[in-house]
């Protein structure tokens, strides 16, 4: 993590994890929780805790293969729950339940048709 100060970046944090980070987004968490999703090249939608970044929050498997994108609504205003999109390699789009329902699979809102020929 790094932060802009007087117009130079500082680093803040540094951890290192056994798998890649493809995507990652703030969005479909408040701005107190300071929660960062992210998609890993092993199909893994994750929520981190910046504050104890060594355990997801959150954790579950989302896609056969890398989750390519990752998008969030919600969570901001107080009112609305948070909720993540992503994106797979697999060719489907899912949206994942809030986080704190502990539900551990997204609901499939679009596949890819496969091409036969």
Same mark, same amino acid.
């Given at each position: 993590?790094?932060?802009?100060?007087?117009?130079? %970046?500082?680093? *803040?944090?540094?951890?290192?994890? +056994?798998?890649?980070?493809?995507?990652?987004? /703030?969005?479909? #968490?408040?701005?107190?929780?300071?929660? /960062?999703?992210?998609?890993? /090249?092993?199909?893994?939608? =994750?929520?981190? =805790?910046?504050?104890?970044?060594?355990? +997801?929050?959150? #954790?579950?498997? *989302?896609?056969?293969? @890398? %989750?390519?994108c990752i =998008? !969030?609504?919600?969570?901001? =205003?107080?009112?609305?729950?948070?909720?993540?999109?992503?994106?797979?390699?697999?060719? #489907?789009?899912?949206?994942?339940?809030?986080? #704190?329902?502990?539900?551990?699979?997204?609901?499939?809102?679009?596949? *890819?048709?496969?091409? @036969? !020929?």
């Amino acid at each position: 993590m790094c932060k802009l100060s007087g117009g130079k %970046v500082e680093t *803040q944090l540094k951890v290192e994890k +056994p798998e890649g980070f493809k995507c990652g987004t /703030f969005k479909g #968490s408040s701005l107190e929780e300071r929660r /960062f999703a992210t998609g890993s /090249f092993k199909g893994t939608l =994750d929520v981190w =805790d910046l504050e104890r970044m060594d355990t +997801p929050t959150y #954790s579950a498997r *989302q896609h056969d293969g @890398i %989750v390519n994108c990752i =998008d !969030g609504v919600g969570g901001r =205003d107080g009112i609305s729950a948070p909720e993540l999109v992503t994106g797979g390699r697999d060719g #489907s789009l899912l949206r994942n339940p809030s986080p #704190s329902s502990r539900s551990t699979s997204g609901q499939c809102v679009a596949k *890819q048709a496969k091409h @036969i !020929g």
